[in-house]
């Protein structure tokens, strides 16, 4: 991984997790909290593909895991978001842009479920029973509409901040667009072109002002 996509996801998580457990834990909705983190790793995942996705998902598990007001066995949300990261990364567009919303907005609510449910699996497997007394269906649901208004305004920046920090010439161009190589190509050989063209022009020129002075 480059420099910038080991920067950027870390700032971003470490972000997330704060305003998570400082502002969003703090309002006391009902069902499950608004999951900032798991939108973070979604469009991370889908900006940079499924073997970043897989990484920055398990780092991020792991600090929700140590996070001071966690109550469930260490590893247990770091497993989910690996997986969740690394199944988002899958859906990342050949092209690097997304045409319609409709594709993120599809993820976000795979991920809410699958998040729920895988994490509601994992604990009954180690015998973790923390946030067993809520109903899975309800925690389903209210993570699923809660983290569908807040994607809006998560997803979109993420992968802005993520293709704005990622910097690729071969697939890039100045212009933010793609296929830009052959745009730099085409635009490089006309000058030279014209410079020859103009060359000729000058040296005909000169040689005829010289047998005219003779």
């Known amino acids: 991984m480059r420099l ?12 997330a997790m704060v305003a998570q457990v400082s502002v969003l834990a703090r309002l006391h909705l009902p069902g499950a909290v608004p999951d ?17 996705g897989c990484l920055i998902g398990f780092f991020a598990g792991l600090l929700a895991d140590l996070a001071p007001p966690a109550d469930h066995a260490v590893g247990r949300y770091a497993l989910v978001l690996c997986v969740i990261g690394y199944v988002a990364g899958l859906f990342k567009p050949e092209s ?27 604990g009954s497997l180690v015998g973790d029973t923390a946030g067993a007394h809520v109903g899975l269906a309800k925690l389903v649901f209210t993570a699923t509409v809660y983290d569908l208004l807040l994607a809006p305004f998560v ?3 993420v992968m802005a901040m993520a293709r704005r920090f990622d910097h690729d010439p071969l697939s890039e ?28 022009r000058m040296v005909k020129v000169s040689s005829m002002a010289r047998g005219a002075r003779r």
Not at 36 to 48: D, H, K, M
Not at 103 to 108: A, D, I
């Open 4 to 15: 910038n996509r080991i920067l950027l996801p870390t700032v971003l998580v470490v972000f």
């Open 36 to 52: 900032l983190l798991l939108l973070t790793v979604l469009g991370l995942a889908i900006s940079y593909g499924h073997v970043a």
């Open 96 to 122: 690097g842009r997304l045409r319609t919303a409709a594709g993120p907005m599809l993820v976000v609510i795979g991920a809410a479920i699958g998040t729920t449910v895988l994490y509601a699996g994992v």
């Open 155 to 157: 997803v979109p920046l």
């Open 173 to 200: 161009d100045a212009a933010g667009g793609y296929g830009g190589g052959r745009s730099r190509m085409r635009t490089g050989i006309a000058p030279q072109r014209a410079g020859l063209f103009r060359g000729g």
